[in-house]
């Protein structure tokens, strides 16, 4: 039977690549809020016009148009996948909504697992990170770098960019914000006894295995 988790973690902690191998190996489907917002703008439909006059006025994005937005995404994936929600719910009136969306398909969160990381090393992991400007393939300064200086090891080229805000100053203020985010809906969860916490400063394949064993529990 699939099951339903949400995945906690700062930026940089591996969510996404985590989240990619739970889709590849599960009947799993990542529900991301910020990539459902992107979706939404660009299809144009009713909501989607919704959520680009509020970020048209600057202003944040309300829970019940991010509560609206998971309604849909969950009709689309159907009951018989499982749903990782990522960067969802992040106040506690998101986290009763949830507690609705799922009940009313007769579902139910099974676990949330927050991967935890060092800050220190996390910022040594992020702003040493940079990409090929014309695949996308990841490097890294320390950990990671391309087998023949300034070339691409999978498409040859030699322009490679950083992204602008992978600085320490932004990182340690990310973290910052996810701990304010993450710790009023924490206790909800610890309540239930379903809150795993995996240490996220491991290699891809260490967090995976860990957790693969919370969701064979």
């Not at 007769?106 to 220190?120: A, C, M, P, Q, S």
Request: aromatic share 4%; hydrophobic share 35%; proline share 4%.
């Amino acid at each position: 039977m699939a099951k339903d988790i949400i995945l906690l973690g700062p930026p940089g902690a591996g969510k996404g690549t985590q989240a990619h191998l739970l889709e590849a190996n599960h009947a799993m489907v990542q529900l991301s809020t910020g990539d459902m917002l992107r979706a939404a703008v660009k299809s144009g439909s009713d909501l989607g016009k919704k959520v680009q006059a509020v970020m048209d006025a600057g202003e944040l994005v309300s829970d019940d148009l991010v509560s609206a937005l998971i309604d849909d995404r969950l009709n689309q994936i159907g009951p018989d996948a499982g749903a990782i929600f990522d960067g969802y719910p992040r106040t506690e009136p998101q986290a009763h909504s949830l507690d609705e969306l799922l009940e009313a398909r007769g579902r139910k969160l099974d676990h949330v697992i927050e991967l935890e990381v060092d800050e220190d090393a996390l910022v040594d992991r992020i702003t040493g990170r940079f990409t090929c400007a014309v695949c996308g393939e990841g490097y890294h300064d320390r950990y990671k770098l391309p087998k023949v200086e300034n070339t691409c090891d999978e498409c040859g080229s030699h322009e490679f960019k950083r992204r602008p805000d992978d600085n320490e100053e932004t990182v340690r203020k990310r973290m910052a914000e996810y701990r304010a985010k993450t710790a009023p809906i924490l206790p909800i969860y610890e309540k239930r006894g379903i809150v795993s916490r995996i240490d996220g400063m491991g290699g891809i394949e260490e967090v995976r295995a860990a957790i693969e064993k919370v969701l064979a529990d």
